[in-house]
C-alpha cells in the first residue's frame, strides 16, 4: 500500500524534474537567442604611386571591438596585417588599437599599437616593403597610403 507521502513525494520529484526541463530549455533558447552573426565589409583598393591616399573609411562600431585586416596583393609585395580597434562614442573621439604589421623586408612582423587621431598617424603596414600602411583620417575613419614607387593594391576587411 502507497502511504499519501510517498504520493506527494513522487509528485513533487516530478514537478521538480518538470521545473529543470523547463529552465533548462529557456537558458538555451536565450543562449541561441543572444549569439549574432559579426558584420564584415571588405573595401577593395587601388593606389597609384607615390603617396596618393585614398578615400577615408569610417570605422563601423562605436565602443565595440572592431578587427581591421589588411592585404597587400601586388607581386613581390605581398603582405598581411591586423589590429583590433576601438572607437569610442562619447568625446573625445579618437582610434585606439593593438595587432601585428606585415612581415618586411627588414625582418620579421612587429607588434603595432597607439591612439590617436590627428591625420597621417601610422596604424599597420600591409605589405613586404612597409610603404602600404593604414592611417589615422580622423578621430572616426582611417585611409589607405601608399608611399611606394608603384601601384598597389590589395583589401581592408572589417569585422564587428
Request: proline letters at 4%; a neutral charge; charged letters at 10%.
Amino acid at each position: 500500500m502507497i502511504t499519501s507521502t510517498k504520493k506527494w513525494s513522487t509528485r513533487a520529484g516530478k514537478l521538480l524534474a518538470g521545473v529543470v526541463i523547463l529552465s533548462t530549455t529557456v537558458v538555451l533558447l536565450n543562449a541561441t537567442v543572444t549569439l549574432s552573426v559579426p558584420n564584415a565589409i571588405t573595401y577593395p583598393y587601388s593606389i597609384a604611386t607615390g603617396g596618393t591616399v585614398n578615400y577615408a573609411v569610417p570605422t563601423a562600431a562605436y565602443d565595440r571591438p572592431m578587427l581591421l585586416m589588411g592585404t597587400c596583393t601586388t607581386v613581390g609585395e605581398r603582405g598581411v596585417g591586423q589590429v583590433t580597434m576601438l572607437r569610442p562614442s562619447v568625446a573625445p573621439t579618437f582610434l585606439e588599437w593593438t595587432g601585428l604589421e606585415s612581415p618586411s623586408i627588414a625582418g620579421t612582423s612587429t607588434i603595432t599599437s597607439g591612439y590617436g587621431d590627428v591625420l597621417g598617424t601610422h596604424i599597420v603596414y600591409l605589405d613586404y616593403g612597409n610603404h602600404v600602411d593604414i592611417e589615422i583620417y580622423s578621430g572616426s575613419a582611417f585611409r589607405i597610403h601608399n608611399e611606394s614607387s608603384g601601384t598597389r593594391t590589395g583589401n581592408i576587411t572589417m569585422i564587428w
